[in-house]
């Protein structure tokens, strides 16, 4: 079954006289419990795409059926609708609200349900949420006291709080080292196992090889589409164990051939950009 | 959304910038504390004014000689010489009503003791006088109607001349010279306060009337009328018997108009509470202005705080809030911030009213109205100037915003 549809989608963007089209007659079905990485050069029309696939912008011309429905003429209040029930959005910079716990953070969709939910529900949801994501003994937790990956996981268990029909995931890792991107890929891979529909945005090819289809854009077309067997991040991870002891040693016996007592710290994990989110947190 | 997430949501919004809201409350909390002050000590002007008119005496007349406009607009009227002595005298043997009536002379003179001497009001009265004032003597005794008969050289003196003369000093069969004539003083009056117009009514020295005429002014016309009057039912009554009697004896034609004024006591109060009350008004207004800038501030604050949370926006529109939500919720925001500018206008307002009622000698006016009417109000203000910020942050394009940085 199509979760979503696209037919001849177009977006043109008018500044003035100029007019600019951003995508030229998008054709994209994507089945339920399919993992989608759209990727492209900047320009090419991914982000525009995914803002469409988000119900945030609507088409120029062409259909958008979203789980069974024609959105791409809704209205801007009908739209927002469609977004807290059918869809559940990860950003690259998290997005979090900044000294608000975890908790209140995942919580936060819920309280534009159309259907009220008690504030019982909602907390039950919220922390449902955040124990599928592992941070279930983080909380109450603010998210200047999380690490960039911790707040992305926030990020993911607030999208699936309202229990969506597809995840959209804008460079998901963009802000994170690769070995918080990995984890964060499995996390995604395992939801995607359980069923649920992927998209992901991303411009790393290394991060793209765990979807099971990747689409590539160039000029506000699609390239290419193309299927594969994806890599499991869970098996990186694992054998990263082993890679980081290798990559220990070697630091240390060269440190120690060369008179220092001090090992350098190994520092596995590239540290991660500063952030100018609306989290505002000093570091780490 | 969810009701009981709007307050909510704004409280949190509040908390995380705690400086801010207060300092941003401040506004509203000067505005709010100054309307409830200036209402407060407005009232309590009133009711101070309301007591010196009780303090004029009961049920009393003032009649004046000449045209006067109520309010005092053509007061030079006033010195017009239509009043004599006589027609005091037939207001209260001829008309049943009048109890007392004092033809009243009034002269600024210096009055000297030993090496002291003082410039002060000369009034030259009946014996009825204080009477018809309602004004106690604290010591020694009135004149009487024979030391009026008499034209006697006596006089009864208020509590600053005794200060400023006699140095605080008994006065009472000591000697003043006023232009040279020897009075002897056998009385001194209780302590009265301050008049209507903000005079010391206590800087004064009463003398008969005969004697005022004859011996320190030289005039032989009455500048003033006090007249008290039976009852206040028969007020009315009186005032037409008045103004009769007065028209027959200075013989006007019915087409004439009178050569007098009679003005009651209420009258009297009217135009005091009338003037307490535009002070009131005045003093209102400027608070009002005061409230005014505080809403400015807010709608200040709050559009600063939308661009700052544009991305806060952006992710709320994305996960699923609709323009009025957001709007909503910028709302309550403002609005919860003036309540508690209003709250903390009520205390601040509290105090300074009882603090300057306090210094001021006046009774402390903290109405619930006052109360009700400001947290009305700064929750107006609330609504009116967090609107457009709350506006602008309701119609932000999602994509933009949370692109934002």
Known sequence: MHVLQLEGIERTYRTGALEVKALRGIDLTVDEAEFVAIMGPSGSGKSTLMNLLGCLDSPSAGRYLLDGGDVARLKRDELARIRNEILGFVFQSFHLLPRTTARENVELPLLYRESQLSWKEIREAASEALDIVGLGDRMEHMPNELSGGQKQRVAIARALVTQPRVLLADEPTGNLDTRTSLEIIDLIQRLNDDGLTILMVTHEPEIA?????????????????????????????????DDVEDALDEA???ATSHGDIDAPPASVADPVPEEVGIEQETGR | ????????????????????????????????????????????????????????????????????????????????????????????????????????????????????????????????????????????????????????????????????????????????RVRGLPLEVIGVLSPKGMSLMGSVQ??????????????????????????????????DVARAKITDLLRERHGLAPDQENDFTIQTQEEVAQIATETSRVMTWLLASIAGISLFVGGIGIMNVMLVSVTERTREVGLRLAVGARSPDVLMQFLIESVILCLLGGIGGILLGYFATETIANYAGWPAFFSLEAMVVAVGVSAAVGVFFGFYPAWKASRLDPIMALRQE
């Open chain 2, 202 to 235: 206590d800087d004064l020295m009463i003398i008969p009337y005969t004697t005022g005429f004859q011996r320190v002014s030289g005039r032989s016309h009455a500048m003033v009328i006090n007249v008290q009057v039976y009852s206040e039912e028969t007020m």
């Open chain 1, 252 to 254: 240390l016996q060269e």
């Open chain 1, 209 to 241: 090889r765990y979807a099971e289809r990747v689409i590539i854009l160039r000029d506000g077309l699609i390239r290419s589409d193309r299927r594969r067997t994806p890599e499991r991040a869970r098996e990186r991870i694992e054998a990263w164990g």
């Open chain 2, 1 to 176: 959304m969810k009701l009981s997430a709007v307050p909510y949501s704004a409280i949190k919004a509040l908390r995380r910038n705690t400086m801010r809201t207060i300092l941003t409350a401040f506004g509203i909390i000067i505005g709010v504390a100054a309307v409830i002050t200036m209402v407060g000590l407005g009232q309590g002007a009133g009711a101070e004014v309301e007591e010196q008119v009780n303090r004029l005496g009961q049920n009393v007349m003032l009649i004046f000689p000449g045209e006067r406009q109520l309010g005092g607009v053509s007061i030079g009227g006033g010195s017009a010489n239509t009043l004599t002595v006589e027609d005091a005298i037939a207001l209260r043997e001829e008309i049943p009503e009048v109890v007392a009536a004092s033809p009243e002379v009034r002269s600024q003179r210096v009055v000297v003791y030993g090496n002291r001497n003082w410039h002060t009001p000369i009034y030259g009265q009946s014996a009825d006088y204080l009477q018809i004032r309602d004004w106690p003597l604290e010591s020694g005794r009135m004149f009487d109607e024979e030391d009026v008969g008499r034209a006697s050289l006596v006089a009864v003196v208020g509590q600053t001349v005794v200060q400023e003369l006699f140095e605080g000093a008994d006065p009472i069969g000591e000697t003043v």
